[in-house]
């Protein structure tokens, strides 16, 4: 097989067993890689009524057919599990070199079950793979556990995926840490690692991978790095997404207040355009990134001084205005507290911003916030309370480690209504009553509140449609977009390149260059889709229905007022045609649940379907 | 309101357009096109700020709205709107 290393790793934690087993080309074809292998291996797997915290539950890691090829931004990898925020899939895609790494190292990816019985770490070099004892590294950061790893193992160029103190402490909103900026973001992966006693992945490979037409790719390869030079990723290369604030903030769309505005009056010193002139240090590029978006801020003065942290957009706004904060130095604090410690930045500046409401509502007292004022904006308070969420400590972290859902449920008197949520996992940095096709595209996400899993804010924001209303049309726009997007997110490349394609037969070039498969543009967007309704059907087993496609009641219930919008909400019975279109769309009846013909037609199982 | 302030058209400056401010007051006494307001921004700044804002990546904002550049023409700014040159971005 082009494209693919040909085999992955099977570990039993609980037995110590490792056994490395081909990858079938048949599923290779049907899945492609990354996300579509994710959705079947869990969907295949994991049997209904699984605690995501147990032993059974299955955590693997999938790279794509392109990981390690000259493809630009193409060393990624993709984490999934039962999420253990969500109780439906869980995933997330990192980016850095773990993805490339891996496939060098001979392995498209590893499936792993069991709880070892101490903490342990898996190390894989070139084909071998061994457990190694972590004792030594449980309750360290992230930053020192890659640091301490390269040096047991005598060797600077191992990549590292490991966990920090919050995923030991089995914290929902525990992320996957690489490459000391990257993370497997959203849903809890970390604590699914935690679960199983795996403190850290640790990678070396010095492999090759080979590609279906060597001579076509270069040639082809030359155009797209070209084209990442030029203006359709100039946004990325030079301001990073952190410019998305004054854009946001002037189209009435940068949530503030947990949401209950749409500007932010302080936007100005906390965007994008400020942050580069007094913050950025250095703007950092993955493997095989010819475009470098990473930016990186340095606290140069006050109590945080020296502190570091990668700054993107979602971190910024969701731990900056969304908590009524505009000091830089206080949310680049707070973002390298959340990295270190092992924690999802969007989860943990939106499971704040929840708790700063219920302070300034009087819901919480300071004695329940450990004596922190935890008032909007106040950016000390915000650190403390990101590390005392982080690590549990008090009765404030007690209460919001595993995120505002669950917070609200523990903290009751209707509370619930302001924890910004979709399927018990926080919402992105887009407003959802001035950006109604995006608040549409989160909801019907299979893994909860995600900006990533069909683009849908991009239509609203352009003006292509009208963003302060929902039809039935809109369905079809997020179908579309998660079709597209699964192919992305299982090739997996970075969807910071999606402009450099000029449309969806270079992509499908791209899967024919690497593979060899004969692929048309039409037949990836059908595996694309086929790859969606297998994650949806692990979701149908663990119980997904149509109530779980909608937004936050703030959503409906409480009209919006800033310097932009006035009183915008999203009507119900809107919302309701268009939930039902995306259904229609889908092919899926009226609950959500894809029909046993479609799922014929896609060659799924159809046990499942109605 | 302020006469003043009607007759003003207030343009702000995001992303690559910050080199020439922060933002830029200009007096109009009538509706004009994104042509024509460029046109009036390129005598006090320069040039090169039309050939920035001619670039394909440039956004342009009128009010709360992002406006189609294919459908530029259409669309007339009067006295006292408010308008920015930014470049697009996506999530992150």
């Known amino acids: 097989m082009k494209g693919y290393a040909g085999k992955f790793l099977r570990v039993n934690l609980s037995t110590g067993e490792m056994k490395t087993e081909s990858l079938s080309e048949e599923w290779a074809r049907k899945f492609l890689g990354g996300y579509g292998f994710v959705a079947s291996t869990l969907y295949n797997e994991i049997p209904e009524g699984t605690d995501p915290l147990s032993p059974e539950n299955v955590l693997c890691l999938w790279t794509g057919p392109v990981a390690g090829t000259i493809i630009p931004v193409s060393s990624k990898y993709i984490m999934g599990a039962l999420s253990p925020a969500t109780g439906f899939i869980g995933f997330g895609i990192a980016s850095g ?142 301001y990073g997404t952190p410019a998305n604030v004054l854009v946001h903030n002037r189209l009435g769309c940068l949530p503030s207040y947990n949401f209950q505005k749409g500007t932010f009056e302080q936007a100005e010193a906390v965007s994008g355009e400020t942050m580069l002139a ?144 979709n399927k018990k996992l926080e919402w992105g940095a887009y407003s959802l009553r001035s950006l109604q096709t995006a608040t549409l595209g989160f909801a019907t996400s299979v893994r909860g509140a995600c900006y990533l899993r069909s683009g849908s804010y991009q239509v609203d924001v352009k003006g292509t449609v009208d963003r302060y209303h929902l039809d039935k049309s809109r369905g079809k726009i997020v179908y579309d977009g998660e079709n597209l997007y699964a192919i992305i997110d299982s090739l997996i490349i970075c969807k910071f390149t999606r402009g450099i394609y000029k449309d969806n037969d270079e992509l499908a070039k791209v899967i024919r260059l690497v593979t060899g498969f004969d692929v048309s543009a039409k037949e990836m967007i059908k595996t694309g889709e086929r790859i969606h309704n297998q994650a949806k059907l692990f979701n149908v087993r663990f119980g997904a229905r149509r109530e779980h496609d909608y937004p936050p009641p703030r959503a409906f219930e409480e009209r919006m007022y800033d310097d932009v919008n006035d009183g915008a909400i999203i009507l119900k019975e809107e919302y ?17 649940i894809p029909t046993k013909a479609l799922l014929e037609e896609l060659d799924l199982d159809t046990s499942l379907g109605v | 309101m302020d006469s003043g302030v009607k007759s003003k058209v207030i343009v702000e400056f995001y992303g690559p357009f910050r080199e020439y401010g922060k933002s830029h007051e200009l007096r109009i006494d009538k509706a004009v096109t994104f042509e024509e307001l460029i046109e009036l921004l390129e005598k006090s700044l320069g040039v090169s700020f039309r050939e920035r804002a001619m670039k394909e990546n440039s956004t342009y904002i009128l009010n709360s709205k992002i406006i189609n550049r294919k459908k530029i023409d259409d669309v007339l700014i009067h006295p006292g709107d408010k308008v920015a040159f930014a470049l697009l971005i996506g999530g992150g």
Not at chain 1, 127 to 133: P, S, T, V, Y
Not at chain 1, 326 to 334: E, F, V, Y
């Open chain 1, 278 to 421: 007094t913050m950025v240090k250095k703007i950092v590029a993955c493997p095989a990134c010819p475009i470098a978006c990473d930016h990186i801020n340095v606290v140069k003065e006050g109590p945080w001084t020296g502190t570091v942290a990668s700054m993107d957009y979602e971190s910024l706004e969701l731990l900056g205005p969304n908590c009524g904060v505009a000091d830089l130095n206080a949310i680049t604090k707070a973002v390298e507290l959340c990295d270190k410690l092992g924690v999802d930045t969007i989860s943990a500046g939106v499971t704040i911003s929840w708790a700063m409401e219920a302070y300034e509502k009087g819901l919480l007292t300071k004695d329940d916030c450990d004596g922190l004022d935890l008032r909007f904006g106040n950016g000390e308070a915000l650190v403390e309370a990101v590390e005392r969420l982080c690590l549990r400590e008090g009765k404030l972290g007690q209460l919001i480690a595993d995120g505002c859902a669950r917070a609200a449920e523990k903290l009751g008197k209707d509370s619930y209504k302001f924890a910004m949520v």
């Open chain 1, 97 to 238: 070199g773990v993805g490339s790494e891996l496939k060098a190292a001979g392995f498209d990816g590893i499936v792993i079950s069991g709880k070892a019985p101490s903490p342990s770490y898996l190390y894989i070099q070139n084909g071998h793979a061994e457990l190694r004892d972590a004792s030594n590294l449980w309750g360290k950061s992230t930053w020192d556990t890659e640091e301490m790893i390269r040096e047991e193992l005598s060797d600077d160029e191992i990549r590292v995926s490991s966990i920090g103190p919050a995923g030991e402490l089995l914290s929902c909103l525990a992320n996957v840490t690489n490459d000391r900026n990257r993370q497997v973001g959203r849903s809890g992966m970390g604590a699914v690692m935690g679960s199983k006693n795996l403190k850290a992945i640790a990678i070396r490979g010095t492999g090759d991978v080979e590609v279906a037409n060597l001579d076509e790719l270069l040639e082809f390869c030359k155009d797209l790095y070209k084209r990442c030079r030029g203006p359709a990723t100039e946004k990325y290369r030079v």
């Open chain 1, 576 to 592: 309701d045609e268009a939930l039902s279109g995306y259904y229609k769309a889908r092919r899926w009846n009226k609950e959500g």
